[in-house]
């Protein structure tokens, strides 16, 4: 008896993931992190013949049927909780996740070379003459690596993508905001965590203390831009890429949720420069915070790895075309670079060899 009910609530799991498979009755939280699901192939009497319907079919099973996230948080729970065994991608120190792939850099794994380096500085020169001719005005910053900021990382490589651009950096010439050493140095006192244990960015709050980084640096250099103002200090749980990490475990019981700093801030005065960053995902926290919104005149774009590009919301990406290019170019009175350690290998992100 007991085995039939077994069989039989066996069948009825299968029969109901088979109802959400087809119907999707039932609303489900996606998994974290990207997933590359094939498009559906049509069916054919080529592509039956030769198994490329039937492949299509079972890759897209593969990856949505029904209720599949709850099976793969249960499975990845299970492996974590008993084996501790996590995400690839995800490497645990203690109750600190890091992302692996900011290890080949520390390491020199990407390191473009002496002299790759220096044509890329050239290009850096040159690009930066052509905006100083338009009256236009370039600052970079270095955003910070976690696993530098704790000292966590096992070596240094020799070379690294890093200290060659900071040598050239520190020769002069160019307006630079170092937020990876300003971390590593300010780490232990900061009020409130620079870093979220369960992200791999710098925390919303870190994002805040780098902004008055840039701030400071715009008014050293004649920009005058809003005064950023903190109104309050919440005192909460993480959010946005604060737990980012911790996300792309996709398990049912994730790690114990640490208290974090989250500034509510307001801009005093209206004299707001028209800006363009060109950046990696480090710069959505100024977005979270409404910094860019706040500092910067409306419209001011965002071009997001130089491929995308965003304006005011965050949510509104759209592709990058050579008019909207121009324009920002035109407009900006003010270009910001953000290259994050790992993006140093795309140093500029080809920005610099397109004509402004």
Sequence with gaps: MRSKLTLLGFLLLLLLAGVQTVFRPFKTIPLAGAEFIPETKPFTIDHWISMDWQRNTEQRLKKTFGFRPHFVRVYNQILYSFFDEINPQVIAKGDTLFERGYLPSIHGEDFLGEAEIDLKFDSLTQFQNQLNSRGKQLFIIIAPNKWRTFHAYDSLGANTNYAGVMKRFKQGGFNVIDALDHFVQHNTASPYPLHSKQGTHWSIYGAFTSAILLEEKLQKHGIACPKM?????????????????????????????????????????????????????????????????????????????????????????????????????AEAEVVILVMSEPSLKWFGFGVFGESI
């Design 229 to 329: 103002l903190v109104d309050s200090m919440e005192i909460a749980g993480p959010r946005n890429t604060d737990k980012d990490l911790r996300d792309l475990l996709n398990v049912m019981l994730p790690p114990k949720k640490e208290q974090l700093a989250y500034p509510k801030l307001s801009f005093k005065g209206d004299n707001k420069p028209k800006a363009l960053v060109i950046g990696d995902s480090y710069y959505w926290s100024y977005y979270y915070l409404g910094i860019h919104q706040g500092m910067f005149a409306e419209n001011s774009p965002f071009f997001y790895y130089n491929k995308s590009v965003v304006y005011d919301d965050v949510n509104a990406k759209q592709p990058l075309s050579k008019v909207i290019r121009d324009q920002a170019f």
